[in-house]
């Protein structure tokens, strides 16, 4: 029962905080009955209702109630029709120091919510991925208001899945909180482990210009689809060591997720494509970009001279590897290969990740957590709050030092 106290230590600036020892024994209840009864019920609504990118709305609609019950004042910003993020704060101030973030879109298709209370497993689509991070760091915040004076925001964003524009549009929002916030903590399954960084990302479409003909007589025509199976052999080769490779992150990895081409056995592929991703260990999306165009020169240089044409077309900017903030006592870390919102939130700020659940388990059918790892997210995300309200404290001393 002594743990029930933890979070409700008196929080002194500049002191050691006991929380960052606390053991995690089976038999102790991590969290009051109270709150552990919240974040289930938070967590269960929040998977009950289907919000699939692109349908985020009536989840949002329900979120921005649940916070007005809590006290918070909720805004909502339109991503595009019938789609808002979720911005709230307790006080007065808008503008917070610290901002807690995570997205309520998920992945399809829909499964739904349990809870086998034998096990303890609760599971559903958005358990993990993210909603385990949204209702922890809810409860975790509306415990810890009081004493951060309401200098702490939450901002829950649509659209993560496919590209982040729920972000995106956030972090260009002409009503975007100003000055910005300083410390930012972004919830996204991380096995409860704080996360120092993830890989960065490309996404390339390869297309291909032939001449379709009667496949009795191909020198008539020229085969997009042999031209890209040549394309693809080079890269191939590239991937296997040529691309950027880094201590921290591993290799480049290369994924040719979705190849298109020809309509029948019998005719002569007039277009051919290829959709590629790929995952940056090192060096930036211009780089990488720089060596799929060298690799496929004299591909595209055959192709042209054929009477075809090879294009490779960027699907977006993309971002080098991403290094996350991960220098809080007390946390495991690990490194991801996986994308978040993280390098899409403009400005200049500490973050942290963190997030209950293991992404092995987020994208599947059989996504689920165990209800302690939920509970310890809401101990673990305070503790990151409170983290970061000490780097906030740290900076005001120094200015009333001046
Ligand atoms: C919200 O504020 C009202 C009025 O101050 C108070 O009675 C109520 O307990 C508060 N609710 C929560 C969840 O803090
Ligand atoms: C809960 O999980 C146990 C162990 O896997 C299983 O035997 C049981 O049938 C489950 N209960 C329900 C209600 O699904
Ligand atoms: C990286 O790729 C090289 C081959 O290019 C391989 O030998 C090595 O094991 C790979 N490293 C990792 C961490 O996968």
Redesign the pocket.
């Known amino acids: 029962m002594r743990f029930q106290q933890l979070p409700l230590l008196p929080l002194i600036w500049g002191t050691t905080i006991a929380l960052t020892q606390s053991p995690i024994h089976a038999l102790s209840p991590l969290l009051p009955e109270a709150t552990t009864n919240e974040l289930l019920h938070l967590h269960r609504h929040l998977i009950e209702i289907e919000s699939i990118t692109e349908n985020e709305y009536e989840v949002g609609q329900w979120l921005s109630t649940y916070l007005k019950k809590q006290n918070f004042t909720v805004e909502l910003q339109e991503v595009s029709e019938n789609r808002y993020n979720v911005y709230a704060y307790g006080g007065e101030k808008r503008s917070t120091s610290i901002l807690v973030s995570s997205h309520i879109d998920t992945v399809p298709p829909f499964w739904p919510y349990y809870h086998n209370k034998t096990t303890d497993i609760i599971g559903g689509r958005g358990s993990v991925d993210a909603k385990g991070s949204v209702a922890a760091q809810i409860v975790a915040v509306q415990g810890l208001r009081e004493q951060l004076n309401d200098d702490i925001s939450l901002l829950f964003v649509v659209g993560e899945e496919t590209g982040g524009d729920g972000m995106r549009a956030f972090s260009s929002w002409s009503e975007r909180p100003s000055p910005a916030h300083e410390v930012v903590i972004f919830g996204e399954p991380t096995e409860g482990k704080l996360v120092c960084g993830h890989k960065g990302m490309l996404q390339l479409t390869i297309h291909v210009k032939g001449k379709a003909a009667h496949s009795g007589y191909p020198w008539l025509g020229v085969s997009a689809n042999d031209i890209l199976s040549e394309a693809l052999s080079k890269l191939l080769v590239l991937r296997?060591?040529g691309l950027p490779?880094s201590e921290k992150y591993?290799?480049t990895t290369m994924n040719f997720g979705k190849i298109e081409g020809g309509v029948a056995a019998n005719v002569v592929a007039e277009t051919a494509s290829a959709k590629i991703a790929v995952r940056l260990a090192g060096g930036t999306p211009k780089i990488v970009y720089d060596l799929v165009v060298e690799a496929l020169t004299d591909v595209k240089a055959g192709a042209k001279q054929a009477g075809g044409d090879l294009l490779i077309e960027r699907e977006s900017e993309g971002y080098p590897p991403v290094n996350i903030d991960c220098d809080v006592e007390g946390f495991e870390t690990l490194t991801v290969n996986y994308g978040t919102d993280v390098p899409l939130l403009a400005g200049e700020h500490k973050r942290f990740l963190y997030g209950p659940g293991s992404i092995f388990v987020a994208h599947s059918d059989h996504e689920a957590l165990e209800k302690k790892e939920l509970e310890q997210a809401v101990l673990d995300y305070r503790r990151l709050i409170i983290a970061a309200s000490k780097v906030e404290h740290h900076k005001t001393q120094e200015v009333e030092e001046l």
């Open positions: 296997n060591g490779s591993g290799n």
